[in-house]
């Protein structure tokens, strides 16, 4: 049984679970390990995993979920890289922690514009974003291939 799941900002010492995670839930898109510890590692990005502790039993953590901020200070921008949650903790409100931390990392950042960009065939992380104040301001026609899926840029922030 889960107690608790717990934020922490990652380390490269969490990006194997961190691929454990990405590889099957990304498919063909996923990222290599190594491009996912570059930027893990880069003091210009903020990754947090989200850890399922299990008090009762003494288990080791395990990490259900991460996600990844880009904001080099003084930019005044920031994007988000990257989110997921196991299937078996959706629909839970993981995904809007994991999205609030970013946003509040971002802000400390004096990040004034967040961009990501998502699948136009995945509606539920549309949803999650326009609930935070995320709005549609591009779509790249195809851009998804090779089934050919637009991609929806959003964008929360100042000049909106
Ligand atoms: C997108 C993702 C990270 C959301 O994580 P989650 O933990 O399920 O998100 P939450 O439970 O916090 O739900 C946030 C919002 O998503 C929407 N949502 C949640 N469950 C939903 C469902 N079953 N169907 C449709 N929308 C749903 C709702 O708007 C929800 O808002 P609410 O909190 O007011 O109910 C998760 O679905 C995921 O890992 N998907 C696969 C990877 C992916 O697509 N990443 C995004 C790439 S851009």
Partial sequence: MIDSIVLRQATTDDVPAIMDIETPVFAGEAWSFEAMARDVGDTNC???VAEAHTDALGGEPTVVGYAGLLAPRGSGDGDIQTIAVLPEFRSSGLGRRLMTALLDEAEARNATRVFLEVRADNPHAI?????LGFEEIAVRPGYYQ???VDAVIMKKGADL
């Fill in 46 to 48: 903020f990754y947090l």
């Fill in 146 to 148: 090779p089934e050919g």
């Fill in 127 to 131: 949803s999650l974003y326009a609930s």
